[in-house]
């Protein structure tokens, strides 16, 4: 065989390699880490998997905010409870995303040069209390109705991470809904606070979904290996369809003229979203990207010598107990 | 001095009378410190009455592309099976 030959030859094996792999994920057969896997199946996950855990570890950032800040001790103990849950999240992530043959550092390496994304809507400022009721039921609302999907796709780490994820994200969505209901029976003053946050969060919120089916370039392959199992467009409706009745319970207006349901395709059609915008944030220059990773940088940076002392600790603890076996 | 935190691989117990499963891995300095961080990342629900934690490297894992060699061997075998034996049909208790 001559060595072009040989080459096709390789392709060829690679391809009916593939196909059986794909015919494996649909036929609902999971993959292991350890699995034969094609480079592209390696690649876009630790991609999209490290994505998802930036995205929680930053997610951070916005609500930390304003922990000392709550109204009261019982909203204090929630909010501290969610951020820790979403430090959770991000690592049953990490570690999901380990099993691929990355390490840790690279990953976090990776979140602060800026060569890994995160969710853009955490580059949002959180300007009022209000503000964490209305990251609790959109943002943790929208993130539930991405993340349901995932339980069963076809990486096992992921979906068993997806599944942890899921059981938690409830309570975070209910205790944002509670806040904003809370302030919607409070003052005049309270009310409009509420629906101001729903004023700035909506749109960030709809666009957190992804950009539209057209513009969307992953979504065939995407869907092959289940890590989609729905359009972003389709997605974006749900989002929409069950999200507009719960602002209507709390006398909230989903702020978009043109929103109304259509008893045609039993759906709510909705305005325009503002891509110009959402390319913005998503190329880093929305309102907070600069501050978000400075800020999760210096609490890395400022925690090395903690790392470092535990390190040291550990070594002495394990040179003392050699001594002691020795004699 | 830069170095980095070892990974552990994290088995729980979720109640007595059940096995301990495996449900992630975690870095950590030392088995102390990987028990205690296995507790707040993993059990933070009540998940959990029994941990352990196992340094990965200590961990030796069979590879699926030997999984013909390492598992055939059992696939052959009909008659470690009850159903492979012929019985007279109105037998009971059986
Ligand atoms: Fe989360
Ligand atoms: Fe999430
Ligand atoms: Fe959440």
Same mark, same amino acid.
């Given at each position: 065989m001559s060595h072009t030959e040989k080459k096709i030859a390789n392709a060829d094996q690679i391809r009916s390699l593939e196909e059986m792999f794909d015919a494996k994920i649909a036929r609902d057969g999971k993959i292991e880490p350890k699995d034969w896997m094609p480079e592209k199946y390696r690649k876009t996950h630790i991609r999209q998997i490290s994505q =998802?855990? =930036?995205? %929680? &570890?930053? #997610?951070?950032?916005?609500?930390?905010?304003? &922990?000392?800040?709550?109204?009261?001790?019982?909203?204090?103990?929630? *909010? *501290?409870?969610?951020?820790?849950?979403?430090? #959770? =999240? #991000?690592?049953? *992530?990490?570690?999901?995303?380990?099993?691929? #043959? &990355?390490?840790? %550092?690279? *990953?976090?390496?990776?979140? =602060? !040069?800026?060569?890994?994304?995160?969710? !853009? &809507?955490?580059?949002y400022p959180t300007l009022t209390w209000a503000d964490m009721g209305a990251i609790g039921w959109l943002v943790d609302g929208a993130a539930i109705i991405n993340q349901v999907p995932l339980c069963s796709t076809s990486f096992g780490p992921y979906a068993r991470a997806m599944v942890r994820v899921c059981k938690e994200e409830s309570f975070h969505q209910r205790q944002g809904y509670e806040i904003m209901m809370t302030l919607c029976n409070g003052t005049q003053e309270q009310k409009d606070m509420a629906q101001d946050a729903l004023n700035r969060w909506w749109w960030p919120a709809l666009m957190m979904l992804g950009p539209t089916d057209e513009q969307s370039t992953h979504t065939e392959q995407s869907m092959i290996w289940k890590l989609k199992r729905k359009t972003n467009d389709e997605l974006r409706q749900q989002f929409i369809d069950q999200t507009v009745p719960q602002a209507d319970i709390i006398g909230l207006n989903i702020p978009d003229s043109e929103l109304k349901y259509n008893n045609e395709t039993g759906h709510y059609d909705f305005g325009e979203i503002d891509w110009e915008e959402f390319w913005q944030v998503v190329k880093g220059h929305g309102m907070c990207n600069k501050e978000r990773i400075s800020a999760r940088k210096k609490a890395w940076d400022n925690g090395e010598w903690v790392r470092d002392a535990a390190v040291a600790y550990a070594e002495k603890q394990a040179e003392s107990q050699e001594a002691k076996q020795a004699v | 001095m830069k170095k980095n935190w070892p990974l552990w691989e994290v088995f729980v117990r979720s109640k007595n009378g059940l096995e301990h499963r495996h449900f992630g891995s975690l870095h950590a300095p030392d088995a102390e410190m990987a028990l205690k961080n296995a507790r707040d990342v993993y059990t933070r629900r009540n998940e959990g009455v029994s941990i352990w934690v196992v340094e990965s490297i200590n961990i030796k894992a069979s590879n699926p592309d030997d999984n013909e060699e390492m598992f055939e061997p059992a696939t052959d075998k009909a008659y470690r099976h009850p159903t492979f034996y012929d019985l007279p049909d109105d037998i009971e208790h059986m």
């Open positions: =998802h855990a =930036h995205s %929680e &570890i930053v #997610g951070m950032l916005p609500e930390a905010n304003w &922990i000392s800040r709550a109204p009261s001790l019982r909203r204090k103990v929630a *909010l *501290l409870a969610k951020v820790q849950d979403e430090a #959770g =999240h #991000g690592l049953y *992530l990490y570690s999901a995303c380990e099993t691929l #043959g &990355i390490s840790r %550092e690279e *990953l976090y390496e990776q979140l =602060h !040069s800026g060569k890994a994304k995160y969710s !853009s &809507i955490f580059n | -």
